[in-house]
């Protein structure tokens, strides 16, 4: 690998990590409680431990946040078959 595609993958992944940390911060203040009501009683310990995490996965949370989207509902056979759906 050169020296240029190095560089130029260090360069990207900055400009991430600096478009991530500049959505987190609002996000964990504000667009958190949007996307799951019962984050609404975390507290400012909670906002600080996801503000990594949504540094990182800043693209689709910012897609949830703009959608609207509620908590998300898993989908496992397990709970298929308990509310009556063996599909």
Do not use: Q
């Not at 409680?33 to 310990?45: E, F, H, L, M």
């Not at 995490?53 to 949370?61: G, R």
């Amino acid at each position: 690998m050169s020296l240029a595609v190095v560089e130029w993958f260090v360069t990207l992944s900055v400009i991430y990590a600096a478009v991530g940390f500049g959505f987190a911060v609002p996000f964990c203040v504000r667009g958190v409680n949007r996307i799951d009501p019962v984050a609404k009683a975390g507290t400012w310990g909670f906002r600080l431990l996801i503000l990594p995490a949504s540094c990182v996965f800043w693209p689709w949370l910012l897609y949830r946040w703009i959608k609207g989207a509620g908590p998300t509902v898993e989908n496992t056979a397990h709970r298929r078959r308990r509310m009556g759906n063996k599909a």
